[in-house]
């Protein structure tokens, strides 16, 4: 078999973690940040898992993770 490349923009927006779950950081914190409140902002800094009805899809992007 060959080998599979990887999709490189999905392996620079997530991350696999120790447990297998994958992970991505949220949109909306770029720019246009004054009309967001202080609670909108904080919670987009925390990183996001992805739901596992786009595992498969994710998955197949990252062959290799």
């Known amino acids: 078999m060959p080998k599979v490349k990887t999709k490189r923009a999905a392996?620079?927006?997530?991350?696999?973690?120790?447990?297998?779950?994958?992970?991505y950081f949220k949109a909306n914190k770029q720019h246009i940040l004054t009309k967001k409140t202080p609670k909108r902002k904080r919670k987009l800094r925390a990183p996001g898992i992805i739901d596992k009805t786009n595992m498969r899809q994710v998955k197949r992007m990252l062959p290799y993770a």
């Open 11 to 23: 392996a620079k927006r997530f991350k696999v973690t120790g447990s297998g779950k994958i992970k």
